[in-house]
């Protein structure tokens, strides 16, 4: 059972377009989400985090986006450039209990930029 | 180091051989994480550690699959008589705390033929 869906497994963007990931969720004890980018070959990096009790966080070009209500969130990059090529992660936490340090982590959406 | 480092980076076992990972977390991180990532899928969680205490082993797929760290630095991943469904990457991670922001390795490709 998949906790944390991406279910779009790739999207294309053209340079210094809007990028739009999109993640949602379904376990409603998850209230820390996180994006990880990651290159070929190489380890997930942290980019970007929100927690439930914020509907936007932003980082310079990176954006995400809460909706509890809807269980979604999604990361906005704007504008797109060709380093952004990479998978992204979506990946949740629940910050209370006993197990708040174990991401659970959706499938990845491969983002290509386009020159 | 400056960051997180695993070895090897890649590993080819045949069948029913044991192998290790190892991970060097980054220097003065309490909290030690194993991903595993199969293909296609994203990372699942296997095993958590805070120093040398193992507090979270509820990821591990089967009793072949052990993981130490004995002094609450570095850590190995050991798996007995790999089968072929082992393959896959596996990540290792490391926080200040286990609440913070985890930085990942390069990860280890384990291919099991």
């Known amino acids: 059972d998949q906790q944390v869906k991406q279910n779009s497994p790739s999207l294309s963007v053209q340079e210094g377009r809007i990028s739009i990931l999109n993640c949602d969720y379904t376990n409603s004890m998850f209230d820390y989400f996180l994006w990880y980018k990651k290159y070929p070959a190489e380890g997930p990096t942290f980019l970007i985090s929100?927690?439930?009790?914020?509907d936007k966080n932003e980082d310079g070009r990176f954006t995400v986006f809460l909706n509890k209500s809807a269980k979604h969130l999604s990361l906005h990059i704007v504008p797109s450039q060709p380093g952004d090529s990479a998978v992204y992660f979506c990946?949740?936490?629940?910050?209370?209990?006993?197990?708040?340090?174990?991401?659970?982590f959706g499938k990845g959406t491969l983002l290509t930029v386009n020159p | 180091g400056a960051g997180v480092s695993q070895s090897p980076r890649y590993k080819v076992a045949k069948r029913g051989q044991d192998v290790a990972l190892r991970c060097d977390p980054i220097?003065?991180?309490?909290?030690l994480f194993w991903y595993q990532q199969a293909l296609g899928q994203g990372p699942e969680f296997l095993t958590y550690f805070q120093n040398e205490a193992q507090l979270d082993k509820s990821g591990l797929p089967s009793d072949r699959f052990f993981a130490e760290r004995p002094e609450g630095s570095v850590s190995t991943l050991k798996i007995q008589r790999t089968q072929q469904e082992d393959s896959a990457v596996y990540l290792c991670a490391s926080s200040i705390d286990g609440k913070i922001t985890a930085f990942f390795g390069q990860g280890t490709r384990l291919t099991v033929v």
């Open positions: 220097s003065g991180h309490v909290s």
């Open positions: 990946a949740a936490r629940q910050n209370s209990g006993g197990s708040n340090y174990k991401l659970t």
């Open positions: 929100i927690s439930s009790i914020k």
